[in-house]
C-alpha cells in the first residue's frame, strides 16, 4: 500500500483526555492437551490509553494478543485480570457500554448476515438501542419507518456509500469488500459511539481498497472527533493512520510512543525487526536486523523478557526478569533491558547459547491455538 508521510506526532498531545483505559489487561485461556490442562498467556498485564478524539493503533504479530485484547476492551470476553476504565471509571455493564463502545471485526464477509439487507443491517441496532426514538416493537407506523429511512440514509452518507438508497437496498453478496466493511463501520456507528475499536479492519480487503477504508477512519475521528483504536499486523498503515503506536509481542506491549518516532526510531529490538520487515519508501535506512526465529509459544512462554530468545543483544538479565519500560523520549516507551540503568556486569553479561530458532521446533505445546470446546472468541 502507498504509505504518504504525514506528522501526526502533534495530535497526540498528552493533554487529551483519555477516554478509555486498559490497566494491566490480561487473558489466559484455559486449554486442554491430550489429558494436560494449560493455560495460553495470551495477554499479560497489558495498561494502554486512548486518547479523547486521538487514534491509538495496536501493533504485532499473528498471535502476539491484539484480537484478545480488542475484545477484553470492547468486554466481549472477561479479563483474568486488569480492568477496563471508560472516562476514569468502571466501566459499565454489556448493554450501555455498548452504545458508548464499537467493535469492528477483520472479515466483512462473515459478519454481514447473507439472507438480509443493507437496510435491515442497519436499522437492527438503530432499533435496539433506541436510536433518535427508532424503535422496535408495535409502536413501528409508518412515521417511524420514515424516521428509520433517514436515519440508514444519513449512516450509509457517513461512511461514503452514495447514492444511499441504493445501497440500502442491497444484499452482501452485491457489495465488494470495501463496501462491505464500510457497512460494517456505519453499523457500529449506528449507535453513536464514542470509541470505535477496530480489529485489522483492512487486513482482508484488496491492497487497492486499503486506504480508503483507513482514509475513512481518518475521517470520522476528523470530522466526528472518534476515538479510534486500530489494530494491525501492518507497522506501515498504523504510521500512515495513527497518532500512536503500542507495539505488542507475544501478549505485551513492548514499547509505545508517538508514531513517528516509533517508526523512525525505534527504541525496542523487536520494534526494529518488525520495521525491517515492512517496506516502507518513507523511510531513509531501514533497521539492519535480519529476521530471527519465530514468536514463542504462549502456553510456555520464555520467561524474563519474552523476545530474549530472538534478541542479539539478549544479556544474562534478560532471560530472567521482565524489563521495565522505560522512557526513551517524551511520551516514549521501550520495555527493555538495553534502556535500564545501573544493570551489574552480571546482569548485563551477554546471554551465550540464546538460540533464535529455540521457539520453532514443535514440541508438544506446540501451536497453542484454540481448542474446541474452549471459551469462544
Ligand atoms: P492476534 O489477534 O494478535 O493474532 P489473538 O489475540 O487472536 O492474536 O491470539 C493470541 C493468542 O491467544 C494466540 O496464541 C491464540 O491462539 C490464543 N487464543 C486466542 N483465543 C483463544 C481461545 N479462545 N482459546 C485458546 N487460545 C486462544
Ligand atoms: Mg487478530
Not at 462491505?180 to 485489522?200: F, K, S, T, W
Not at 483507513?214 to 466526528?224: P, T, Y
Not at 507495539?247 to 529490538?269: K, L, N
Not at 535506512?285 to 542479539?312: E, M, V
Amino acid at each position: 500500500m502507498t504509505v504518504i508521510p504525514i506528522e501526526r506526532a502533534e495530535r497526540a498531545a498528552p493533554s487529551r483526555r483519555p477516554v478509555l483505559e486498559a490497566r494491566g489487561l490480561t487473558k489466559h485461556f484455559p486449554v486442554r492437551r491430550g489429558a494436560r490442562q494449560a493455560v495460553v498467556h495470551a495477554v499479560e498485564d497489558v495498561t494502554l490509553t486512548l486518547p479523547d478524539g486521538g487514534i491509538t493503533a495496536v501493533v504485532g504479530e499473528s498471535g502476539s494478543g491484539k484480537s484478545t485484547l480488542a475484545r477484553m476492551l470492547a468486554q466481549l470476553i472477561k479479563p483474568t485480570a486488569g480492568s477496563v476504565l471508560l472516562d476514569g471509571e468502571a466501566a459499565p455493564a454489556r448493554k450501555r457500554y455498548a452504545r458508548q463502545v464499537q467493535l469492528v471485526l477483520q472479515d466483512p464477509f462473515s459478519s454481514l448476515n447473507p439472507v438480509h439487507s443493507v437496510r435491515y443491517h442497519l436499522a437492527r441496532p438503530l432499533q435496539i438501542h433506541g436510536v433518535n426514538g427508532a424503535r422496535k416493537g408495535p409502536g413501528n407506523g409508518p412515521g417511524n419507518r420514515q424516521s428509520l429511512d433517514s436515519l440508514v440514509t444519513d449512516l450509509l452518507t457517513r461512511v461514503s456509500l452514495t447514492p444511499a438508497e441504493q445501497f440500502a437496498a442491497k444484499y452482501p453478496h452485491e457489495l465488494s469488500g470495501g463496501q462491505r466493511q464500510r457497512v460494517a463501520i456505519a453499523r457500529a456507528l449506528a449507535v453513536q459511539p464514542r470509541i470505535l475499536l477496530a480489529d485489522e479492519p483492512v487486513s482482508m480487503l484488496d491492497v487497492s481498497i486499503r486506504l480508503g477504508v483507513l482514509n475513512l477512519l481518518a475521517d470520522l475521528r476528523e470530522r466526528e472527533g472518534l476515538t479510534i483504536l486500530y489494530v494491525t499486523h501492518d507497522i506501515a498503515s498504523a504510521r500512515y493512520l495513527a497518532d500512536v503506536i503500542a507495539v505488542m509481542y507475544a501478549g505485551q506491549v513492548i514499547e509505545s510512543g508517538p508514531a513517528a518516532r516509533v517508526t523512525d526510531e525505534p527504541a525496542h529490538p523487536y520494534t526494529q525487526l518488525l520495521l525491517s520487515a515492512a517496506p516502507d519508501p518513507d523511510r531513509a535506512q531501514p533497521p539492519s536486523l535480519a529476521g530471527r526465529g519465530a514468536p514463542p509459544n504462549l502456553i510456555r512462554p520464555p520467561t524474563g523478557c519474552r523476545f530474549h530468545p530472538r534478541c542479539p543483544h539478549a544479556m544474562q538479565v534478560c532471560a530472567q526478569d521482565r524489563p521495565p519500560a522505560a522512557e526513551v523520549a517524551l511520551g516514549h516507551s521501550s520495555a527493555c533491558w538495553l534502556h535500564a540503568q545501573g544493570l551489574t556486569p552480571a546482569q548485563s553479561r551477554p546471554l551465550l547459547g540464546a538460540d533464535p530458532n529455540t521457539d520453532r521446533k514443535p514440541g508438544p505445546d506446540a501451536g497453542p491455538g484454540p481448542v474446541p470446546g474452549e471459551e469462544k472468541r
